[in-house]
């Protein structure tokens, strides 16, 4: 059953969430259509610098992104105290980045003089503006609408380009968290797009590789530029450990790779060995189970749909969204076996 997002997105229970776009019908966001002979390649470039812009203007940070041939993959973190903090100057140049805003800001904006009753006005919008920097549908609408009007553009057409909103998932626990973060990263592996995670152009964990392998002092913000790789790519959160991240995630850099690598390896479509003996530390740590994670990951067993955790964390977010029952308890149980 469709529910609306305000009955999906609960802050009380998570901060995170997965979120899907999906173009509608024979639309593609890259690769070459094999109907028209058209290549689309270069509009994967669009979502990533799109990403980046938006990411530097709200209060919202990337954890993963992946680009695929006609749909994306993009997990956040809505940062409140973020948008709480921000001065009233701040939150109006923010919006006004993206938007004209209201006539009476913009008279503030050029010249703060004025009667207490604008002044009311003006404060008023400040609020508006502050709740919306630090929301999910926002940030998505900024996101989607954009590439659309792109997209119809260059097609010469008008009309729908994405088949919905977008999808989201509420990610509840660390567990879920860093699975749905490989799940992400895996994307183009598992959908036969690339060989290994550095080669797999528009995600997040080539730009981590990337930002990792280059040495140079402009690493972390400008890695080596390929006609592969967007010229503008979002800042993505730091895993622990990382000194120039002030929101980190809950695990260090080495670990998670290391998951990822071996995750890639055990569902590559043309590697049919046996899984190594070897299992990532981080399984152990965040008690997840890993034969059911690889049927997570390659969507054999996908029975999560609004959110995604522990049975603990599912029966919490359900209380907080006021509901009796959220999907997901049978698929909790088996992934997250420890954590019931």
């Given at each position: 059953m469709t529910l609306p997002r305000s009955a999906l997105v609960s802050l009380e229970s998570t901060p995170y969430y997965h979120c899907v776009g999906r173009c509608v019908r024979r639309a593609f966001l890259c690769g070459v259509d094999a109907y028209s002979g058209r290549s689309f390649e270069h509009r994967r470039g669009w979502i990533v610098e799109r990403l980046a812009e938006l990411s530097s203007v709200f209060a919202i940070n990337v954890a993963s992104y992946a680009v695929m041939c006609n749909h994306y993959h993009v997990i956040l973190k809505i940062n409140t105290?973020?948008?709480?903090?921000?001065s009233m100057d701040e939150v109006l140049q923010r919006w006004c980045l993206l938007f004209c805003g209201h006539p009476i800001v913009q008279r503030y904006l050029s010249n703060p003089a004025m009667s207490s009753a604008e002044l009311e006005k003006v404060a008023e919008f400040v609020e508006l503006y502050r709740s919306r920097l630090a929301d999910l549908s926002w940030f998505m609408r900024c996101l989607n609408e954009s590439i659309a009007r792109l997209a119809n553009e260059e097609d010469g057409c008008t009309g729908r380009f994405w088949e919905g909103r977008f999808k989201s998932q509420a990610l509840l626990d660390e567990a879920a968290l860093i699975a749905c973060m490989a799940y992400v990263d895996l994307n183009p592996i598992r959908a036969g797009m690339a060989e290994t995670p550095e080669s797999s152009d528009y995600t997040s964990i080539q730009q981590r590789i990337r930002e990792v392998t280059d040495h140079s002092d402009r690493a972390a913000t400008e890695p080596e530029i390929t006609d592969s790789m967007s010229a503008v790519i979002p800042r993505l959160m730091g895993f622990a450990g990382h000194l120039d991240s002030d929101d980190r995630l809950p695990c260090n850099l080495q670990d998670y790779l290391e998951l990822v690598d071996w995750s890639g390896r055990a569902i590559h479509p043309n590697k049919h060995g046996k899984i190594a003996d070897h299992q990532p530390k981080i399984l152990q740590r965040l008690q997840i189970e890993p034969t059911e994670l690889l049927h997570y990951l390659s969507r054999k067993d996908d029975q999560f749909h609004h959110v995604i955790g522990s049975k603990t964390s599912i029966r919490e977010a359900a209380l907080n969204l006021g509901r009796k029952f959220?999907?997901?308890?049978?698929?909790?149980?088996?992934?997250?076996?420890?954590?019931?």
């Open positions: 105290d973020q948008a709480t903090a921000w959220l999907q997901g308890i049978a698929a909790a149980e088996r992934l997250f076996p420890q954590r019931i």
